[in-house]
């Protein structure tokens, strides 16, 4: 079973930028789609961002197109998620996630199975 780990959250201004990463441990990192999802307060949870297990493939939710940009590290077991051109409305927790089986394209759909205990975003208008 994988484990996961977030970190880089916190409070920025709007029209600031954050880095989120999220370090894997237990299995072979590199043979697993990853992906970001975010849940506000009062929200459900909604996909961010997926990449590939090979990291040549992306997928993001329309409302962070051209603002954020997911990749990964295979040597370090770790993906980012870049943030720029915050809003108020990024606010949420932000949980990343891995995926159920081996290869996966990140895709919304995708089968996620692994979940990190999530970081704070909160963008100050």
């Known amino acids: 079973q994988v484990q996961l780990v977030e970190s880089g959250g916190g409070l920025v201004q709007a029209g600031g930028s954050l880095r989120l990463s999220c370090v894997a441990s237990g299995r072979t990192f590199s043979s697993y789609a990853m992906g970001w999802f975010r849940q506000a307060p009062g929200k459900e949870r909604e996909f961010v961002a997926g990449i590939s297990w090979n990291g040549a493939s992306t997928y993001y939710a329309d409302s962070v197109k051209g603002r954020f940009s997911i990749f990964r590290n295979n040597a370090k077991n770790t993906v980012y998620l870049q943030m720029n051109s915050l809003k108020p409305e990024d606010t949420a927790v932000y949980y990343c996630?891995?995926?159920?089986?081996?290869?996966?394209?990140?895709?919304?759909?995708?089968?996620?199975?692994?979940w990190g205990q999530g970081t704070q975003v909160t963008v100050s208008s």
């Open positions: 996630a891995a995926g159920s089986r081996t290869g996966g394209s990140g895709s919304p759909g995708s089968n996620f199975g692994s």
